[in-house]
């Protein structure tokens, strides 16, 4: 892992299509010299305790009303990231920025990490922005690395090439319009072929092109029964959702900008997805 370049006031991209898996070797390498706060977009309950014990803290990126939790706008991400680099030092990682950009948009999350490289520099914190490249445009990549140099996994981009290749042969009812803010509808996993392992691998490609799908993660950890009862609830609403955000694209201007942010997050937190439909039926009717 190459960290040694690793200084004070610096932020950093960190690309990786195993997230928590280089957050958990991260504090086997840098925890006991330095705290390490997360704010992860992974159920803690799935993470090492090896990351949550004092001083180190993590807190969950999630529209959920729960303790330690933070809700996924810009705007309370930033608060939190000010609050916690204007005290001590350490390093701060900071998980999802390609869900952030299908939410709020591009040129928004741009602002937003502009913003974190300047209230950065006269901290004692470092900031890694934790993202996987394969899920973005190549272009948006570029920039962002422009003002926040990439760190990390050296294997990471390689890594992450092939997943999407992997991911874009399984790619099904949108294999042929690919719109960079709607994720590809996957094929469906045929019942023989739902053990953990391809279980797993399809919840970590849910994960990566944004979706929440939290209580998959759960299940998987309890058997295999359960992870497929869940499966087949997540794949009915993924699909769904995606549906939904490529109608949100083709209203257009019908939506106002507050409206269609809101519409997406709801999409891809796989919440009050009817509510959606209903309100985007209405729209086309009334146009």
Not at 101 to 123: C, E
Not at 218 to 228: C, F, K, P, Q, T
Request: glycine letters at 4%; hydrophobic letters at 35%.
């Amino acid at each position: 892992m190459a960290v040694e370049s690793m200084q004070p006031g610096m932020v950093h991209l960190w690309p990786t299509v195993n997230p928590i898996t280089d957050l958990e070797d991260l504090h086997k390498s840098h925890g006991r010299m330095m705290i390490i706060h997360a704010l992860t977009r992974t159920n803690p309950k799935q993470i090492s305790d090896l990351c949550s014990l004092e001083p180190h803290r993590i807190f969950w990126v999630t529209d959920r009303p729960l303790d330690n939790a933070i809700r996924p706008t810009l705007e309370k991400l930033y608060s939190t990231v000010d609050r916690t680099i204007s005290n001590e030092s350490g390093i701060l990682w900071l998980e999802g920025i390609e869900l952030l950009v299908r939410v709020n948009g591009f040129d928004a999350v741009l602002k937003f990490v502009r913003s974190i490289v300047d209230i950065s520099q006269n901290s004692e914190w470092t900031i890694l922005i934790v993202g996987a490249p394969g899920t973005m445009d190549e272009e948006q990549w570029a920039r962002l690395r422009r003002e926040a140099p990439t760190i990390g996994r050296q294997e990471a981009m390689q890594n992450t090439e092939e997943n999407s290749t992997e991911i874009i042969s399984e790619i099904g009812i949108y294999s042929q319009e690919i719109d960079q803010d709607v994720p590809p509808m996957l094929s469906k996993l045929p019942r023989n072929g739902m053990d953990l392992i391809a279980l797993e691998r399809r919840c970590s490609q849910s994960e990566e092109f944004g979706f929440d799908v939290s209580p998959l993660r759960d299940a998987i950890g309890v058997n295999v029964e359960l992870s497929r009862e869940v499966y087949h609830i997540i794949e009915s609403n993924i699909r769904l959702a995606t549906e939904c955000l490529s109608r949100i694209e083709r209203t257009g201007n019908l939506i106002s900008s507050p409206q269609r942010i809101k519409m997406r997050f709801r999409c891809f937190q796989l919440t009050e997805l009817e509510n959606v439909r209903n309100t985007l039926d209405e729209m086309e009717n009334t146009d």
